[in-house]
């Protein structure tokens, strides 16, 4: 599956038809859900609009939408993979997300919208910079005056070694999963979860990611129309500092900036 460093034959929606079936076994309890959910629903306002980017199974945008019906605001999710989507719907029983089957750098919906969400690394499931930074621009001309976007991500260790990894996820009497990634020199890491089952043989799980540091996601914020608004460490508005290891971003468009920035920190501390 791995060519030249690279995992061939991988697409946008590569990821989430490959974990759609466990995504909500596995990362049900991914970062602080509560945290997050709350915090957009505090940015938005009455008669509001969020975009959720990579809404996947809708672990966020559901709940989040539920929230956010008392105060006639909506939520509108879209995601690459239909598997995914599906799996959206099937817990979506009141149809409160506007679900959509598109692509977070050429596919996004006519705006404005007053929050837009980009959770849990989703920005870096874009392989390539420029993508990043056309998603980015994209994003800058569907806020409103006093839009934001939230950008949550791992921080990297880029003086890391760009070296292979083989290690065990988990493992019972009748499965192993083996995870088995590779990094490289451009800022990527591509690898495979590998279920090897008493009953279903053996099953492939395929992500990539290219990541970007701090510093790089506000020099390609600003290139794509949007100004940094604050750093945080967590949704819970903890403090960012050299010692943590992942970031909650906001940026706003340059018009309002004083504006939008301080409501975004009045929410967030």
Known sequence: MVEDGRVDGYTSATYGDAFADVYDDWYGDLA???????????????????????????????????????????????????????????????????ARHADMVDGLPEGPFDVVLAAYNTLFNVLDPDGQLRCLAGVAARLTATG?????????????PAVDHVSVRSMRTDEVVLSVSRATPDQRVEGQYISISEGGGVRLRPWAIRWSTPAQLDDMARRGGLVPAGRWASFRGAPFTQRSTRHVSAYVTPGQHEEASGWVRNVLG
């Open 32 to 98: 602080d859900r509560d945290a997050t959910i709350s915090t957009v629903a505090a940015l938005t306002p009455a008669g509001g609009r969020v975009l959720e980017l990579g809404v996947g199974t809708g672990r966020l945008a559901v709940p989040l939408a539920t929230a956010l019906r008392a105060n006639d605001a909506t939520v509108t999710g879209i995601d690459t993979s239909a598997a995914m989507l599906e799996r959206l719907r099937r817990r979506d029983v009141d149809r409160v997300v506007d």
């Open 148 to 160: 934001v976007l939230l950008v949550e991500a791992f921080v990297p260790d880029d003086d890391a």
